[in-house]
């Protein structure tokens, strides 16, 4: 009885500490991670409360067991990394520690601000990848979002309390209506999505340039040209009204994505909606045989990723430009496509791997700056780390080369 | 609208052919790919890989047909990254070609950093294939046609041989069947004594040397410089033309001068300013047919059954 009443409490604590804590890291106060870390030990006592001590422990295993291959994987980028700046003459030691230093530390808020449209478009890919469907063109959708929160951010007057929760809602929608198209080809006539999103963001992209040109873009003027800026209501909270001593371009878009990565992972695992998006995804035959329609789920997989994405533009206007730029290679729809793969598709992982991409961006530019190591290589490190990642069966292989080499040598002292 | 109708004339045609040279390239690497099994969206990546590497050559020695060697050279190397990680690695060929594509944008700024100083666009070379441009005597002197197909660029004839040779190589020999049966029927090729491996390591460095030759086209024939992003959707526009083509050489082929149609007529259309809208309505327009094509198309061929496919098979001796 009395571990009952625990519970609840417990659980509430975890939810605190962790959202005390993130918060406090994300301005730079990096104490945050102690309550980020008492509030994993608390989970991981409620676990223990719930179930038994046995299932924890293959729990945290199992937690460690994922975590090796990108540990090895980001290792081996790195030293693979440290060599390609060797042979072109820098000095590997020199530029990680900036990289680091500026990525993680110095110009943290920076990489906060990277990571945030990029948690976005990752989910985005992501979830229609547990369908087995390839979103290529959330860079697409990213600007079809942009292009909504744009325009009602400069004509929406009313109470932001309204009017933040109608942008991000009204923008997502439509850039899910732009992924209708592609979900209807796929269905109706089984048009690859990979080619039509993708072509329908070469469209968007286009097309964004009109649109700047209509919301008052000077293309005769400076390069690149913007909108007109949006309300100043419109705008979203800044960490800087709470923690003065945060930088003041640092907005909440942040909490917006971590919240949004739970819930795309709440609906996954826990609703029928996602059950069936993952059996779709899984095996379609056998989705099929259990009276799931294929069509149906292809149809909300791909707008719900479109949704997503256009949450990466709405969060970019609202949060962190106040306008829409002319653009045409942002690259966010490749970058989270990177990150939806290095988190092996899982809604919490790309929150990390969305921010280990934006700190090696931020990184990257902070050494630029001060050892004068092109960023250009961060580039190269980024590519080697997903593909060490995502090439898995590497692993294997590798292992199962060692194994039968020691099999053999000891088949041969025989 | 005299004006209007004044832009189809032999100069779109010429146009026409000049664009779709490209994807033409990449189509046909991607019909061998698919028709041996593996998917290769890589090829944007490879494009961009073959351009940059083709201006880096020829910068360096002075001589386009060397960076055109380079620009091959580096596509098929690039494109053995793919190989080896859907065959031998047995990862899905959509997610291998997403990172190759987003290694290639690395690799290229940071070569370019390294070598000219400034990531966007590179120094031009001194000399471009566009020079070496040669009249077929006789035949170019056939109205209409003679021109557009008979008057042109080394590039655009070896795309043409291309599409002959695959359209020979395929139907005609025992490693085009070899290879059509490593995307159709692994495992019966496999019992003939013929390495299903073998063939989609083959398929896959032709998908390499085609769309490395495509980005050589871009960076040293169509124009004497590379810019990042110069492929800008190419590589996907070709794979397009394999479907739509039904996964045929000759079909890759007319497909992928239907998209340099588009194209050519965009940029005619623009320039002549034949409506009174925003130039970017025109330059969607090939991405916009790019999506009605293969969604009128799709649905009347078959596409390789074992593509995408990954084949793996237990040897004792493995």
Redesign the interface.
Same mark, same amino acid.
């Given at each position: 009885m009395k571990k009952a009443k625990l519970k609840p409490i417990i659980l509430a604590g975890v939810f605190l500490l962790g959202a005390v804590g993130l918060i406090l890291y994300i301005v730079s106060l990096f104490y945050g991670l102690f309550f980020i870390l008492a509030a994993v030990a608390l989970y991981f006592l409620y676990r223990w409360l719930s179930t038994d001590k046995e299932t924890v422990i293959v729990e945290i295993r199992k937690f460690l067991k994922n975590l090796t291959i990108p540990v090895i994987g980001i290792s081996a980028a790195i030293v693979i990394g440290a060599i390609i700046m060797l042979i072109s003459g820098y000095d590997p030691i020199k530029a990680y520690r900036a990289l680091l230093y500026g990525g993680f530390v110095k110009n943290w808020h920076i990489s906060i601000l990277n990571a945030t449209p990029l948690i976005f478009t990752g989910l985005s890919v992501a979830f229609a990848f547990k369908a087995g469907l390839f979103n290529i063109g959330a860079e697409g959708q990213y600007y079809v979002g942009a292009m909504v929160a744009t325009f009602l951010g400069i004509y929406l007057g009313m109470p932001p309390i309204f009017t933040i929760p109608i942008i991000f809602l009204m923008s997502g929608l439509v850039a899910a209506a732009y992924n209708y198209f592609p979900a209807l080809l796929k269905v109706k006539t089984g048009a690859h999505e990979v080619i039509t999103t993708m072509m329908f963001a070469h469209i968007a992209r286009y097309l964004s340039s009109v649109f700047i040109r209509w919301m008052g873009g000077d293309s005769a003027g400076t390069h690149p040209y913007v909108t007109n800026p949006i309300l100043d209501a419109n705008w979203l909270p800044r960490f800087k009204g709470l923690f003065p001593d945060t930088n003041y371009r640092l907005h909440t878009g942040i909490l917006i994505g971590i919240a949004v990565a739970i819930f795309v992972n709440y609906i996954l695992t826990k609703t029928k909606f996602g059950y069936e998006i993952r059996a779709v995804g899984h095996n379609p035959q056998a989705a099929r045989a259990q009276g799931i329609s294929i069509g149906k789920n292809i149809f909300r997989a791909l707008l719900f990723a479109g949704f997503l994405a256009g949450l990466a533009g709405v969060n970019q206007v609202l949060g962190l430009d106040h306008k829409l730029f002319e653009n045409l290679s942002a690259g966010y729809g490749w970058n989270g496509i990177a990150v939806a793969l290095l988190a092996a598709n899982n809604p919490i992982g790309v929150i990390f791997t969305a921010i280990l991409w934006g700190a090696l961006d931020a990184g990257g530019q902070y050494m630029a700056r001060t050892v004068q190591i092109s960023n250009s290589i961060v580039e190269i490190i980024k590519g080697i780390i997903l593909f060490l990642i995502v090439a898995r069966y590497i692993y294997s292989w590798v292992g199962n080369r060692i194994k039968r080499r020691k099999q053999l040598a000891s088949e041969g002292a025989k | 609208m005299g004006g209007f109708f004044s832009i189809f004339n032999e100069d779109l045609l010429v146009a026409t052919i000049r664009l779709s040279t490209p994807i033409t390239l990449a189509a046909v690497g991607a019909t061998v790919c698919e028709r041996a099994g593996i998917v290769n969206?890589a090829m944007e990546g490879i494009m961009i890989i073959g351009a940059f590497f083709a201006v880096v050559v020829a910068y360096y020695t002075g001589n386009p047909w060397l960076g055109l060697l380079g620009g091959v050279v580096a596509g098929a190397l690039f494109s053995m990254?793919h190989a080896v990680?859907t065959i +031998?690695?047995?990862?899905d060929h959509?997610?291998?070609g997403?990172?190759l594509?987003?290694?290639s944008?690395?690799?290229v700024?940071?070569l370019?950093?390294?070598i000219y100083g400034h990531?966007g666009t590179t120094e031009p070379i001194a000399k471009g294939l566009a020079e070496y441009k040669f009249a077929v005597p006789l035949l170019s002197k056939i109205p209409v046609i003679g021109p557009a197909f008979f008057n042109q660029t080394p590039i655009v004839y070896l795309s043409f041989l291309t599409v002959i040779f695959f359209l020979i190589f395929l139907k005609k020999t025992k490693t085009g069947l070899h290879v059509r049966a490593a995307g159709e029927h692994p495992l019966a090729l496999e019992t003939i004594g013929v390495s299903v491996v073998k063939m989609r390591y083959l398929a896959v460095l032709v998908s390499g040397i085609t769309s490395g030759l495509a980005g050589a086209y871009l960076s040293i024939e169509n124009s004497v410089s590379f810019t990042? *992003?110069m492929s800008?959707?190419r590589g996907?526009?070709a794979?397009?033309a394999n479907?739509s083509g039904g996964w045929t050489a000759i079909g890759s082929w007319l497909a992928s001068l239907f998209f340099g149609f588009a194209d050519a007529l965009q940029i005619r259309f623009q320039i002549f300013k034949v409506l009174p809208i925003?130039a970017?309505?025109f330059?969607?327009f090939p991405?916009?047919a +790019?999506?009605l094509v293969?969604? *009128?198309l799709?649905?009347r061929s078959r596409p390789p059954k074992a593509v995408g496919m990954d084949f793996m098979i237990e040897r004792e001796e493995d």
């Open positions: - | 969206i990254i990680a +031998t690695f047995h990862l959509v997610v291998s997403a990172v594509n987003i290694l944008f690395g690799v700024r940071y370019m950093v390294i990531p990042e *992003g800008n959707g996907f526009i794979l397009a479907i925003p970017e309505f330059i969607i991405y916009v +790019t999506v293969v969604a *009128g799709v649905r």
